[in-house]
């Protein structure tokens, strides 16, 4: 994946960015760490396309990320699990595949088996959200932003509201994802998930990418914002 920042700054009622300019090539695992409010969410989402920043652009493998066909090429996974309520675990996904892109119901179904599956969700699917955990229900929201075949998918602390086991069970679906050849952007405070899964790390800090590199720049700090970030995270 290449990944383009030209210039981003993002201001809500303060500026939350601050005229970030970088480039990365070549990685497939980028996770996004840092303490709250550092900007995280901001950059994903801008990252993502679904949201626009308030000067500067974005490109994602050479392309404008406001664009309708980068859009329609990714998937993102929110810290809540944001499925319908009032449908099952598969209709969430089917009625995506067959009202955005433009699927058969019987096609429909087969790719949500099919995802849903993956997550080992075989004896769930056909449940509302509210009547699985809230792990369940997050490998639900998994196979749906998988199920539009999207090459990259960004999850911003979809472990967030889950507990320690169901945070677990979760982490390890998606490392089971990297077979599949796609791109993961990953926001998230499990460092072990990040030794593991990730093959570049960004570390935000005010609005700033403040340090970044391999996963090792976890275990040799140069700066003394992320040496603190870390003795606060361990
Ligand atoms: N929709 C919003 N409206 C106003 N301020 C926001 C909004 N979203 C985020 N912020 C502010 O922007 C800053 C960065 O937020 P965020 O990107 O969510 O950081 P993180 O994900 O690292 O916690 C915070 O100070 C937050 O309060
Ligand atoms: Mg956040």
Known sequence: ??????????TYDIDVLHDITFELDGYHSVAIIGVSGSGKSTLIRLMSGLEKPSTGFVNINDMPVSREDYKRHVGFVFQNHNLFPHLTLKRNITLILEKTRGKTPEEANTIAEHYLSMLHLETQMNKLPKNVSGGQAQRASIARALSIDPNIIFLDEPTASLDPI?????LEAIKNLKSLGKSFVFVTHVLSFVRDFADYVIFMHDGLIHEHGKPTILDQPKTPELKNFMDKVK
Do not use: A, G, P, S
């Open 1 to 10: 994946m290449n990944i383009k920042l030209n210039h981003i700054t993002h």
């Open 166 to 170: 169901l945070t677990h069970e979760v």
